[in-house]
Each structure stands twice: as C-alpha cells, then as structure tokens.
C-alpha cells in the first residue's frame, strides 16, 4: 500500500475538520476525494502533506508513518502537492518556479532531465521561459503548477482542485495531463469538484461530508448515488 490513513482527526482550535478519516491508495493508481466546499476535503492534503497536525490517528506512505513529520522529510519521501489556486511565485519566472520545485534535490542531472520531462509534458512552459509567473493565462500557470511540483520527483503527486477557474477545454486537456503522469509512474490523488474530469481519471473515489468519510468506491459505479451528486453539486 503506497499511502494510508487511518482514523485520522484534525481540528482547527476547538473546530473539528476531519474526523476518523480511513483512505488507501494503491501504488500506481488515481484516487479522487470529493465533496462540497468546506467539506474537509484540502485538510486531507494539508494532514498528509504535514501543513496541519493531526489530533488522532495515523498516516502511512510506502509502509512508514509520515505523521508528525515536518514537510521538507514529507517531500523527500515522494509526495508533492499541487495547491489549491496553484500558489506561484508571480514575480518570479516560469524558470525560477521550476527549479524552486527542485529545492530538495542535489543531483544536478536528474533535475534536468526532469525539467526535460515537464517541456515535454507542457512545450508552452518552455516558450514561456523567461516570463514571469503572474503573466501566464490560467490555464498555463496550472501547467507550471503541476510541473513545479513533479520537479521534486515524487511517487504521490496530490492535487487539490485543478480544474478551478479553468474554462471546459483546458479542463480536458488537463484530464489527458493527469493520466499521462499517471502512466509515467507517478499516482495521483485529486481533490476535485469537476464531475467530468474525476469519472474520467480516477478508479477509486471517496466521498467525505462535514468531516466525514461517507461513502466509498469505483466512481462509475457511484456517480447515480445522492452522496455523490451532493458532493458535486454541493
């Protein structure tokens, strides 16, 4: 199992966010959370990325508790996070965001075989070189997002609302990015609201609302379940 919460609780003060969350995710495969706004689904990614301490519980990658681990050990484990409104640095270059993503590693060649990697995956970053960061279209700074992010060569790369503020065919085009990370090795697992693009990549798919795990499952199977269309429609 490459990732593994159990009974995992989080509160913010007095306030209860999750509470006893159970997840699994297999190596190699995609696996969507879902639910409304507030539901408590960034405080999964923020739990297991060590941005927020956990009240009970415990989280587990590739067999090792994470939990209580500070977020530099997290990153070198294998996990990288892809944030919520993707949190670029707007001043800096497309260049400079990149190999910020990189921060951890040392080994000079394999970043640059890396960054060889996200050109490929995304040819308009190269173009975009030299711009700055804030310049970029939407669309193009979640390109920058994402590549920042595999630049730190992760096993786990966590999304946390991609498709937001994306128009319907970049949303498609991020679909098609999403599975080929997936196919070069990376799994993924995305908090998302977009129906369409979670029944189109992921396998698995739980269901959290007002803290709670509360249904589970292959999303195709799901997608007609009033919890789901909840999550969805909020």
Same mark, same amino acid.
């Given at each position: 199992?490459?990732?593994?919460?159990?009974?995992?609780?989080?509160?913010?003060?007095? /306030?209860?966010?999750?509470?006893?969350?159970?997840?699994?995710?297999?190596?190699?495969?995609?696996?969507?959370?879902?639910? /409304?706004?507030?539901?408590?689904?960034?405080?999964?990614?923020?739990?297991?990325?060590?941005? @927020?301490?956990?009240?009970?519980?415990? &989280?587990?990658?590739?067999?090792?508790?994470?939990?209580?681990?500070?977020? $530099? /050990? =997290?990153?070198?484990?294998?996990?990288? *996070? @892809? #944030?919520?409104?993707?949190?670029?640095?707007?001043?800096?270059?497309?260049?400079?965001?990149?190999?910020?993503? /990189?921060?951890?590693?040392?080994?000079?060649?394999?970043?640059?075989?890396?960054?060889?990697?996200?050109?490929?995956?995304? #040819?308009?970053?190269?173009?975009?070189?030299?711009?700055?960061? %804030?310049?970029?279209?939407?669309?193009?700074?979640?390109?920058?997002?994402?590549?920042?992010?595999?630049?730190?060569? #992760?096993?786990?790369?966590?999304? $946390?609302?991609?498709?937001? %503020?994306?128009?319907? &065919?970049?949303?498609?085009?991020?679909? $098609?990015? =999403?599975?080929?990370?997936?196919?070069?090795?990376?799994?993924?697992?995305?908090?998302?609201?977009?129906?369409?693009?979670?029944?189109?990549?992921?396998?698995? *798919?739980?269901?959290?609302?007002?803290?709670?795990?509360?249904?589970?499952? $292959?999303?195709?199977?799901?997608?007609?379940?009033?919890?789901?269309?909840?999550?969805?429609?909020?």
């Amino acid at each position: 199992m490459l990732l593994e919460l159990r009974d995992v609780s989080v509160y913010y003060g007095t /306030a209860m966010a999750v509470t006893d969350i159970s997840l699994k995710q297999e190596e190699g495969s995609i696996v969507s959370v879902i639910g /409304a706004n507030g539901a408590g689904k960034s405080t999964i990614l923020k739990s297991i990325n060590g941005l @927020v301490s956990i009240h009970s519980g415990t &989280i587990e990658f590739d067999g090792k508790r994470i939990d209580g681990s500070g977020t $530099d /050990a =997290i990153v070198k484990a294998g996990i990288a *996070c @892809v #944030p919520e409104s993707r949190k670029l640095f707007p001043y800096m270059t497309v260049q400079s965001n990149l190999r910020l993503g /990189a921060y951890l590693r040392k080994d000079k060649q394999g970043i640059q075989e890396d960054l060889e990697r996200v050109f490929t995956l995304f #040819p308009r970053l190269k173009e975009r070189l030299k711009q700055k960061a %804030g310049s970029l279209s939407g669309g193009e700074q979640q390109m920058l997002a994402i590549g920042r992010a595999l630049m730190s060569k #992760p096993r786990l790369l966590m999304m $946390d609302e991609p498709s937001l %503020g994306l128009a319907p &065919i970049v949303i498609d085009t991020l679909a $098609d990015t =999403i599975l080929e990370i997936n196919r070069g090795g990376v799994s993924v697992l995305l908090v998302e609201q977009n129906a369409g693009l979670v029944s189109r990549v992921a396998q698995d *798919c739980y269901v959290i609302e007002v803290g709670r795990i509360v249904l589970e499952g $292959d999303i195709k199977d799901m997608m007609s379940n009033d919890s789901v269309r909840r999550a969805f429609l909020g």
